[in-house]
């Protein structure tokens, strides 16, 4: 895909730069109609491949608008983790 391709293009240009990011760091993505890539932690932008952006299903993520997450914190992050693993 083309937009990844110049994702990985702008992150290892900017990541490679300590005058725009520390050790790597950072975050970049990109989203279409259906699907949202985004670069996931522990990836450094400056050696970042276009197959290593985690691709998640947009109206997966949208769904989790919609559900009553349990009011226990412990459970909650549980199922908000186990939720935004399924859009993978």
């Known amino acids: 895909m083309e937009e990844l391709k110049l994702l990985e293009a ?3 240009r900017y990541g490679a730069d300590p005058r ?3 050790a790597g760091g950072g975050n970049t993505s ?3 109609d ?3 890539y985004v670069k996931g932690s522990g990836t450094s932008l400056a050696t970042i491949k276009a197959e290593d952006f985690v691709r998640l299903d947009r109206a997966k ?17 549980s199922q908000v983790l186990s ?3 399924a859009a993978r």
């Open 20 to 22: 725009y990011v520390l």
């Open 61 to 77: 993520l949208s769904a989790m608008w919609d559900v009553t997450y349990s009011a226990n914190e412990a459970e909650r992050e």
């Open 30 to 32: 990109y989203k279409n």
């Open 83 to 85: 939720d935004m693993m």
């Open 10 to 12: 702008m992150s290892n």
């Open 34 to 36: 259906t699907t949202l």
